[in-house]
């Protein structure tokens, strides 16, 4: 499986863009890089997906380096209910018929007022 | 519109018990997939269904966990003689299609707890 490296947290004053960086380095050409969150108490949220090029939606901007060992996922104007824990993931190499998840640890964003 | 949902939502077992963890999927999704997340960790896949079929249990810790989705629908999760090590939030995830790229939806989880 491609592995993924998050940092175990950060903080983000509200209001101002938070930059959740992750590493990828043995990623696969096919793999597709997913963000997932999970508010406490919650089950885990899509956020954004992507291959090569950079991606965006009402939720985040993805940005994914040009050798792709590296993402970052940008959520542009952090809320309070942005605070949560935001997981990094590659799609699992032989699940083509399952496209099951696998979650590291990922980092915790705490949204500061 | 109506999500994933799960049920019970926390389950307090004694060692031994048999327990089954109930997940309604959204009407429609074909695809559905059974998690569990130990405190402080981040899920682990147990086990994936195509409709009816269970076509990977790779991820079922033990021959105790056993998971049915019998009309291709409702999928329950069974432990039996749960044990402490059971003890973690359990999450159900539905997804519309096969397709290999598409989202996953979870449920709100049913924590257990095994006293």
């Known amino acids: 499986d491609a592995k993924t490296t998050q940092p175990p947290s950060m903080d983000c004053a509200e209001g101002r863009a938070a930059n959740l960086p992750c590493n990828h380095s043995?990623?696969?050409?096919?793999?597709?890089v997913y963000w997932y969150r999970q508010i406490h108490s919650q089950g885990p949220q899509y956020i954004i997906h992507g291959l090569k090029n950079n991606e965006t939606n009402e939720m985040a901007s993805l940005i994914i380096t040009e050798d792709r060992k590296s993402s970052t996922l940008i959520l542009p104007h952090a809320t309070l209910r942005d605070t949560a824990v935001y997981y990094c993931?590659?799609?699992?190499?032989?699940?083509?018929?399952?496209?099951?998840?696998?979650f590291g640890q990922g980092t915790t964003l705490q949204v500061k007022p | 519109g109506a999500g994933v949902s799960q049920s019970p939502r926390y389950k307090v077992a004694k060692r031994g018990q048999d327990v089954a963890l109930r997940c309604d999927p959204i009407?429609?999704?074909?695809?559905l997939f059974w998690y569990q997340q130990a405190l402080g960790q981040g899920p682990e896949f147990l086990t994936y269904?195509?409709?009816?079929?269970?076509?990977?249990k790779s991820g079922l810790p033990s021959d105790r966990f056993f998971a049915e989705r019998p009309e291709g629908s409702v999928s329950t999760l069974k432990i039996q003689r749960t044990q402490q090590e059971d003890s973690a939030v359990y999450l159900c995830?539905?997804?519309?299609?096969?397709?290999?790229?598409?989202?996953?939806?979870f449920g709100p989880g049913t924590r257990l707890t095994v006293l």
């Open positions: 009407s429609g999704h074909v695809s």
């Open positions: 269904f195509q409709n009816e079929a269970q076509l990977d």
């Open positions: 993931i590659v799609r699992a190499p032989g699940s083509s018929n399952t496209g099951k998840l696998i």
């Open positions: 043995t990623i696969s050409g096919n793999e597709y």
């Open positions: 995830a539905s997804r519309i299609e096969v397709g290999k790229y598409n989202e996953q939806f």
